[in-house]
């Protein structure tokens, strides 16, 4: 498989979606079926020796990367997903950003005790929501082995929140 440079094939879209903000859109890497398998075979190598339970995957663009990623890895997916989206007991948090608050929910019943998960998100900016989807899993009994984005906005300083946490990305900026 020829490797090609992930941060090529990122657009950016100006003023998206307020005034003043560079969007990072992953859809030009998604379009690009080699591309796409790059990021996920990247990610499965890096965990295929780490003996984990399960993929945690945030809503809504972590599912993206998570599903395929669980599958490869032959692991269960467990989804963290915004309030009123998951059928069974819950358990839920309520996290800040930048221009209000938000929350986040995960099944009560998501994991065994002690469970290694790995989190996994299209994006690291501020930290925020990983932050929240950490409590969750911890919340429900789970061990979070790791944080692995495919790509962190460094200049938000996000890693600095998950400080207790290993983080793994593929493209930073």
């Known amino acids: 498989m020829t490797n090609t440079n992930l941060a090529d094939l990122v657009r950016n879209v100006p003023d998206f979606p307020l005034p003043g903000i560079q969007f990072k859109d992953i859809t030009t890497l998604l379009r690009n079926g080699p591309a796409f398998r790059q990021v996920i075979q990247a990610l499965a190598d890096r965990y295929a020796d780490r003996k984990l339970d399960a993929i945690v995957g945030v809503e809504s663009r972590g599912f993206i990367f998570s599903a395929p990623l669980a599958f490869q890895l032959g692991v269960g997916l467990v989804p963290v997903r915004k309030p009123g989206k998951l059928p069974a007991d819950t358990y839920q948090v309520e996290y800040a950003l930048e221009y209000g608050t938000n929350k986040l929910e995960i099944h009560r019943d998501a994991f065994q005790p002690g469970a290694r998960v790995l ?43 998950l400080g207790k946490y290993a983080v793994h990305a593929l493209i930073q900026y």
């Open 119 to 161: 989190v996994v998100d299209d994006l690291l900016a501020t930290g925020g929501t990983i932050v929240a989807a950490t409590q969750l899993i911890e919340q429900a009994g789970g061990v979070v082995e790791e944080l692995a984005f495919v790509i962190e906005l460094s200049f938000l300083n996000g890693r600095e929140k």
